[in-house]
T-cell receptor, first 113, second 110 residues
Framework: NAGVTQTPKFQVLKTGQSMTLQCAQDMNHEYMSWYRQDPGMGLRLIHYSVGAGITDQGEVPNGYNVSRSTTEDFPLRLLSAAPSQTSVYFC????????????FGSGTRLTVV | AQRVTQPEKLLSVFKGAPVELKCNYSYSGSPELFWYVQYSRQRLQLLLRHISRESIKGFTADLNKGETSFHLKKPFAQEEDSAMYYCALNGSGNTGKLIFGQGTTLQVKP
């Protein structure tokens, strides 16, 4: 199993550009989430999904869209990039059940100039 | 509302000293609590789940519902324990919504 795969690893965007961060998992996990990691802020939940076709907002959803058309994929779209979205983005997945932990991807380091 | 607080941004200890990383939570139901570790510029890895009551790499954590705490402890720190540690809370109801604290950087000096 490859686990949770995120692409790209690094990206530089200009303000106002849009892009999609890709996330795929091959573990047949029902739950998937996107987090952003900023110094001093820890990890903040952007959007999450409990299954194909079902998504919900986390703590900081503004400026981001998600969709979950398949169990495997959970892309994160930045609609119009802003410097405040400069961050490290992590995707994670887990099986159903509150006591199970998430498996994380290696992250995408995004800089918006 | 779910909330996780890690009061220390940085904890610095000498090798062989005991370590306690603090975590307090706010949740009205029965929480599921986790500790994650992130070594320098790597992905987060699950370290402990409170439900399993296990010891990983010498670390343990006990859920104290009275004090709403889930502190991470290790009796003798090693240099390889230097990393960022995150406490996380998954509320009951199987929402999949995992909330993290701000993280504590553990620095173990030789």
């Amino acid at each position: 199993n490859a686990g949770v795969t995120q692409t790209p690893k690094f990206q530089v965007l200009k303000t106002g550009q849009s892009m999609t961060l890709q996330c795929a998992q091959d573990m047949n996990h029902e739950y998937m989430s996107w987090y952003r990691q900023d110094p001093g802020m820890g990890l903040r939940l952007i959007h999450y999904s409990v299954g194909a076709g079902i998504t919900d907002q986390g703590e900081v959803p503004n400026g981001y869209n998600v969709s979950r058309s398949t169990t495997e994929d959970f892309p994160l779209r930045l609609l119009s990039a802003a410097p405040s979205q400069t961050s490290v983005y992590f995707c994670a997945s887990k099986i159903q059940g509150a006591s199970y932990g998430y498996t994380f991807g290696s992250g995408t380091r995004l800089t918006v100039v | 509302a779910q909330r996780v607080t890690q009061p220390e941004k940085l904890l610095s200890v000498f090798k062989g000293a005991p370590v306690e990383l603090k975590c307090n939570y706010s949740y009205s139901g029965s929480p599921e609590l986790f500790w994650y570790v992130q070594y320098s510029r790597q992905r987060l890895q699950l370290l402990l789940r409170h439900i399993s009551r296990e010891s990983i790499k010498g670390f343990t954590a006990d859920l104290n519902k009275g004090e709403t705490s889930f502190h991470l402890k290790k009796p003798f720190a090693q240099e390889e324990d230097s990393a960022m540690y995150y406490c996380a809370l998954n509320g009951s109801g199987n929402t999949g919504k995992l909330i993290f604290g701000q993280g504590t950087t553990l620095q173990v000096k030789p």
